[in-house]
């Protein structure tokens, strides 16, 4: 029996599936999708693998034998095992990149190689000079850390070959050992060894009948509770076990993230006729039995949460199990209460802000079929769900659903596809402002279109104004507008709430000197640095570098540093010194560093406990806040312009978005945009919510520069810390691509826009470049990209690179 096994620590160069024979004695525990540890490489270092294929064939050569087995059972399914192929294939990650980004990371493993000592007299005359010193301290050796001690010392030091010949000598033996990063958790119980234990036929104390009377009655419950509810301590108890009365023993327990909610009796959820029929349809395409994908625009505020639970609700009845995913961790807590109202504690939460032990255990709850519905970001889409018949990705085309951070560089769509496929499910894509190649897709058949295009209630849209900041006076001119000011005011004495968005952390943007033009900039990125008065430090956002502030400036000596542009810390100032009787809270990355303080600060404006949220990007999207009746947007403009074609779409989406948050709870909203550029038709369409407008411009713009959805985009990236050598490679990887298309025999559709450098060339000491080709997405096209990623990435002056293909991502 040969497995095939994806092993750790394995770079794209030579990743693949490696050969390993299964032990005759282990080969019944051999599973596909089981984890095992495996000798590796020519120094034989254990390492963490998983057995993605078990062959019964005659090896060529004499393969290495699996050292022990991590799993009884397997820790994938067969469906997971295909995903794992599935991102092989199609984002150029290796096996084991893969399964660590669908397993979560408490899983894994820590192996430790072992040796054991056996002190042998014979054939010492065949033994070096040095041999025999090193037996001399192997057996002065006090014990087994002593001996691992030795040994690794000698093989640090150049004595591999002696350390090998004393393993022929069986004078030593190595063994692995496993010890799970994170252990289960687990409480302390205790129960009546024997059911029919008659309390009178033995001499009990009084606390001990009190104890064995309790769980008579309960059966079996945690010593905790015994002491308790009954009064005494674990003494009694652990006494009661000595005379064999009552039985301890250890049971598991999950670390949940959320407290479950007991479902509540609400009177029942009546849709709209638009809804009614949304959901009509939505069904109708489930029923067709064939695996589908279905588009829902729907304006802010027009209740595509109710047409969700609608749906779930159907499905949960015809025993099927649905994904929920939502672009921000943000979003979870809301969306999660609105749901654990209505299907209790048959939910999992998936998402990056969980501790390792909560992701842990949700997903064994996942794995083991206890719960019906998962809600998360995008790490949600690898919920091992074996009878899943929907995925819901709200905000659909929100950015946060492409990693393009680390490998692999999926999208959560393209994921999602390939599980609706698996089985058979429905893939439900829904947004107020949608991607234009998902509405693309939509217009042309590819996928079902469905709109709703009233708010849910009679709720109205918000008014919208565009504040032209050309005529504010110069001398006023400050993060918030005289304008703006005037009408939080009206809202603070209406007792309503108001929300302002700036999508710039910290408290001042530039610090410049005012004689020879310096500007302060992160010595590890090629990014200016932000001053945060919250802490006086200047700090880079990218790399996290953070230093005090100069008094002086270090070009030239000068004493005059003026800071300039605005943050999320000088606009709480500005707002506190306008309204100093407002509660003002703020909600940015530096203010919500944890889950817990994230859904704290959510909760409190939610209950009426501030007046006013200044905040980032956090704010824009999917929050419910019924009491919101303003929301200003400050430097609009800043969205407008970036080196990604996408900016606009971005831009569009996010300032759709946060006017949406306005009006949502039965009163008139109001929504204020500060401008330069009143007349750019996107601030104009954004502010009458008019998507069908926008799509058209865009779509005309994509086709005559030909972007996606007419095409698609492959960045190639390398980076290192030799600015020469990154462009050495990248240099190389374009010759090399030149002459992997030469020779082909079918015709890969390809256009090569040549090397650039981003904008941020440099960070965290990393220099960067970039190539980009636009292409068709097909499997002729990965299977010569990967070719030729892989054969630069071995040449010898890309030694000291990192190159990767990234399929649809953000070119930034």
């Known amino acids: 029996m040969i497995a095939k096994i994806a092993v750790e620590k394995t770079s794209i160069r030579f990743d693949r599936l490696f050969d390993y024979a299964v032990p005759d004695h282990q080969q019944a525990q051999a599973k596909i999708g089981c984890r095992v540890s495996v000798p590796f490489g020519n120094a034989n270092q254990y390492r963490q693998g998983v057995i993605l294929d078990i062959k019964n064939d005659q090896p060529e050569i004499k393969l290495k034998t699996i050292a022990g087995f991590l799993d009884d059972q397997p820790i994938l399914s067969s469906k997971m095992v295909d995903i794992v192929f599935y991102l092989v294939h199609s984002t150029f990650c290796t096996y084991y990149e893969a399964i660590r980004t669908i397993l979560p990371a408490g899983f894994s493993y820590f192996l ?30 006090a014990n087994q850390q002593e001996v691992d001690r030795i040994v690794q010392h000698q093989l640090e030091s150049g004595h591999r070959s002696d350390i090998d010949f004393l393993i022929q000598q069986q004078v030593l033996t190595p063994s692995v050992s496993s010890k799970r990063k994170l252990g289960d958790k687990t409480v302390n119980m205790v129960k009546i060894a024997d059911p029919e234990f008659d ?22 419950v945690s010593i905790k509770e015994v002491c308790y509810f009954c009064g005494v301590t674990d003494i009694v108890v652990k006494n009661l076990a000595k005379q064999g009365i009552v ?246 004495r209406q007792g309503e709430q108001s929300i302002l968005l700036l999508n710039r952390r910290g408290y001042r943007s530039v610090l410049s000197c005012v004689d020879c033009g310096w500007v302060a900039e992160c010595p590890h990125c090629s990014v200016g640095m932000t001053y945060h008065r919250a802490n006086g430090y200047l700090m880079c956002h990218y790399c996290g570098y953070s230093q005090e502030l100069p008094k002086t400036c270090p070009e030239c000596g000068g004493g005059h540093l003026m800071l300039t542009g605005q943050g999320t810390q000088k606009i709480e100032e500005e707002v506190q010194q306008y309204f100093p009787d407002a509660r003002v809270l703020r909600m940015d990355a530096d203010t919500t560093f944890t889950r817990a303080a994230l859904e704290s600060k959510i909760q409190s404006f939610s209950k009426g406990e501030y007046d006013i949220l200044i905040g980032t990007q956090i704010v824009a999207k999917g929050l419910d806040f019924p009491n919101v009746t303003l929301v200003g947007v400050l430097s609009a403009d800043s969205m407008l312009f970036g080196d990604d074609f996408k900016c606009h779409e971005h831009a569009f989406s996010m300032l759709t978005q946060v006017v949406g948050r306005s009006g949502r709870g039965g009163k008139k909203g109001r929504a204020y945009i500060q401008t330069y550029n009143p007349d750019h038709p996107v601030i104009r369409q954004a502010a009458s919510q008019d998507y069908q407008s926008f799509y058209q411009d865009e779509i005309v713009e994509r086709e005559a520069f030909f972007y996606p959805p007419f095409c698609d985009i492959c960045l190639v990236g390398i980076t290192g810390r030799q600015e020469q050598q990154v462009d050495i490679g990248a240099r190389l990887f374009l010759t090399v ?44 096209f990965r299977q010569l990209m990967r070719k030729v990623l892989v054969y630069t990435a071995s040449r010898k002056e890309c030694s000291n690179l990192h190159l990767y293909c990234d399929i649809n991502g953000e070119i930034n």
Not at 135 to 140: C, T
Request: hydrophobic fraction near 35%; proline fraction near 4%.
């Open 112 to 141: 430790k190689k072992s040796y054991q000592f056996i002190d042998r007299l014979e054939g010492l005359e065949n033994y070096s000079p040095h041999q025999l010193e090193l037996l001399s301290f192997l057996r002065k050796a």
């Open 199 to 220: 309390p009178s036929s033995c001499k009990l104390s009084q606390k001990q009948k009190k104890v064995v009377s309790f769980l008579l009655e309960l059966g079996a």
């Open 737 to 780: 691509l030149k002459q992997a298309t030469k020779g082909l025999r079918q015709n890969i559709p390809m256009k090569v826009l040549g090397r650039s450098k981003p904008y941020i060339y440099k960070m965290n000491n990393k220099y960067r470049q970039r190539i980009i080709l636009k292409c068709r997405n097909n499997t002729a």
């Open 247 to 492: 039985t301890l023993y250890e049971q598991e327990v999950y670390r949940t993230p959320y407290e479950a909610a007991m479902p509540t009796r609400k009177p029942e959820l009546v849709l709209t006729t638009q809804q009614q029929e949304v959901l009509d349809g939505l069904l109708h395409q489930y029923y067709t039995n064939r695996p589908s994908v279905a588009l829902l625009h729907g304006i802010t505020g027009s209740g595509k949460t109710q047409v969700f639970l609608k749906l779930i609700e159907k499905m949960t009845q015809m025993g099927k199990q649905t994904i929920l995913m939502v672009p921000e961790i943000s979003l979870t807590p809301q969306m999660l209460q609105k749901f654990q109202l209505a299907f209790g504690s048959e939910i999992a939460v998936m998402h990056s802000s969980l501790s390792m032990g909560e992701q842990m255990d949700e997903y064994k709850r996942i794995k083991n079929g206890e719960v019906k519905i998962v809600i998360g970001t995008r790490s949600a889409v690898f919920a091992p769900l074996e009878q899943l018949g929907l995925i819901i990705m709200d905000e659909e085309g929100e950015s946060t659903y492409k990693s393009s951070d680390m490998s692999p560089r999926y999208h959560t769509r393209d994921v999602a596809k390939y599980r609706c496929i698996q089985q058979k499910a429905l893939l439900l894509l829904a947004s107020a402002t949608p991607s234009v190649e998902s509405y693309y897709a939509a217009k042309q058949g590819v996928y079902s279109l469905y709109e709703l295009n009233q708010r849910y209630a009679d709720a109205q849209l918000p008014e919208v104004t565009l504040i032209d900041m050309r005529q504010e006076p110069s001398s006023l001119i400050t993060g918030v507008s005289e304008y703006l000011a005037e009408e939080i005011a009206r809202n603070l």
